[in-house]
């Protein structure tokens, strides 16, 4: 082995029950160098990373770190040795502060032995102020976004001191400001020969940082390749195996009715006198950096949250939504953007989080017909294209990406005639990204309207019919016409620079 290589990893295989998850593969990692692991969801790529950092130990094959053989029994175990990891979803503790989670178990003392507060929040103070995070260390984690969660998880991993730190989609609900923060601070680790391994299916942002890409498909290895003059249409064809004609494949319909209309909406420090309407046979875009309040108008319309004042319609006529059922009621259909929190009940099976918002369809005189629901479930599942063995595999079992499909596998089982996606193609790759503008574009020739929430402007411009730009709880620009709109345009509207 090289001197500067720092991890081999041979002819590991992981076997779930029911899924080879990683069939012989192989992976290595230099010092230094920040290597992409590129692959659809469920190819295995978190898989074989938790096999490094000692989260999953039932494994075959062998592991070679600094050049003598190891075996990967814990994680404790695996920070010790120097290797430490960014989970692709949050593991936080809600109620203990920022500072408390970032040095947990490992907090510094005073010589009395008491935990030394100040001295542990300076030291985070530190870390988040690296990645450039005015989140505060002493804020409590449940007040935190999803994002804000990711950046403290980064935030955890940087502390370790380690000489490997795998980053598994750390940027999917980062700001773009907190982007540059970490790439900045990427950079500096590996220049003090720190090794990243990178794992995003944001294509753009892995060939502006990465070095080298390892490619796996359904569990095996295909290729490792230098990143230098590697172009976007190049890695979609390596991860699928085949080329993607129509990233954003576009439908013409005449839109219809507005089917919701929102009048001079406001909540308290957040959303500002915001109106806007959505039609059938249309998808409506809502785009703004991380914080502009999109998601807080989403949850407002929903019934999730309150707000001040403003009204809302559905098919022309004031509407009162107190809460989530009124919303249901009046068929809006809301996926969210925390899955994991709010989108699935991770130890149930796919078979019993899909019915959750809608039993009506499978309920027979003595409950639920499971025959029914068995079929239905199966008919929703091959739509959005879900990996996985069984309908019965509980749902924290099945990879991230595959997780968000089976959240829309749920909303498509109701008879909404609203839907709002709140950055559906969050951690999904490219080929199923597509199959997710295919069921919007389905939706819409339905004669539903369609709102697509999204911090992706590629998307957002590729998909939408109209689009509405937030900017720090206010509507900055609103387009009807998207021809000729450029991503700079946009940004300017986003940033509120555009005046
Ligand atoms: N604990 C588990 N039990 C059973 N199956 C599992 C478990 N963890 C992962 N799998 C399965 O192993 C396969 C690989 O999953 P993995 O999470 O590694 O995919 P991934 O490449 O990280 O995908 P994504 O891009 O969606 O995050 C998937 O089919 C997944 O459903
Ligand atoms: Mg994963």
Redesign the pocket.
């Known amino acids: 082995m090289s001197d500067d290589c720092l991890v081999r990893m041979e002819n590991i295989t992981v076997q ?4 080879l ?1 990683l069939n012989n593969v192989r992976f290595d990692v230099k010092r230094g160098e920040v290597h992409i692991l590129l ?10 990373m938790k096999v490094l950092a000692g989260v999953n130990t039932d494994y075959q094959g062998v592991i070679y770190y600094k050049n003598h053989e190891i075996k990967s029994l814990s994680v404790k175990e695996q920070i010790e040795r120097g290797i430490s990891m960014i989970f ?1 979803e949050t593991n936080l503790l809600k109620n203990l502060t920022v500072a408390e989670n970032i040095f947990l178990g490992r907090q510094p003392t005073k010589s009395n032995g008491n935990v030394n507060w100040n001295l542990m929040n300076e030291q985070a103070r530190k870390l988040l102020d690296a990645i450039g995070s005015n989140i505060s260390e002493k804020a409590m984690v449940s007040s935190l976004s999803i994002g804000q969660m990711q950046v403290v998880e980064i935030a955890k991993a940087l502390s370790y001191d380690a000489d490997i730190i795998i980053m ?2 750390p940027t999917s609900a980062l700001s773009q400001k907190e982007v540059e923060g970490l790439f900045k601070i990427i950079r500096e680790l590996t220049s003090k020969g720190v090794a990243i391994v990178y ?1 995003s ?1 944001r294509l753009e942002e892995i060939i502006q940082i990465g070095d080298r890409i390892t490619v ?1 498909r359904d ?1 095996r290895y295909v290729e490792t390749v230098p990143v230098d003059g590697i172009t976007v249409d190049k890695l979609i064809s390596m991860m699928v195996g085949r080329s993607l004609s129509e990233q954003y494949p576009k439908l013409h319909v005449e839109p219809g009715e507005k089917l919701l209309e929102v009048n001079n909406l406001v909540q308290k420090d957040s959303l500002n006198n915001i109106s806007f309407y959505a039609r059938s046979n249309e998808i409506v875009g809502f785009y703004g950096l991380m914080g502009a309040g999109r998601t807080e108008l989403m949850r407002a319309v929903f019934g999730v949250d309150p707000f001040e004042s403003g009204d809302i319609h559905i098919d022309g006529k004031p509407v009162n939504i107190r809460n989530c059922l009124d919303a249901r009621k009046h068929g809006i259909a809301f996926l969210t953007e925390d899955r994991k929190n709010q989108g699935l009940i991770l130890d149930f099976s796919i078979k019993d989080n899909i019915p959750l918002v809608n039993f009506d369809n499978i309920m027979n005189w003595f409950g639920i017909n499971q025959i029914m629901n068995t079929a239905n479930c199966q008919k929703l599942t091959d739509s959005v294209r879900v ?2 063995p069984s309908l019965n ?1 509980k749902t ?7 997780q968000q499909k089976v959240v829309i596998a749920k909303w498509l089982n109701t008879d909404s005639q609203i839907f709002i996606f709140d950055e559906p193609t969050r ?1 999904i ?1 490219v080929g199923a990204k597509s199959e997710i503008y295919k069921i919007m574009n389905s939706l819409k020739k339905e004669g539903k309207a369609v709102i697509m929430v999204s911090s992706e402007l590629p998307e957002t411009l590729g998909v939408c019919d109209r689009l509405y730009v937030m900017h720090d709880g206010t509507i900055t620009g609103c387009f009807d016409d998207m021809s000729e709109l450029t991503e700079d345009e946009v940004i300017k509207y986003a940033t509120g620079t555009h005046k």
């Not at 692959?39 to 074989?48: D, H, R, V």
């Not at 924290?396 to 595959?402: C, E, I, Q």
């Open positions: 779930f029950p029911g899924v998850a692959g659809e969801n469920g190819a295995g790529k978190s898989t074989i692709q598994d989609e794992i299916h796996f569990g990996k996985t595999q924290k079992f099945l990879s991230g990406g595959n951690g790759d």
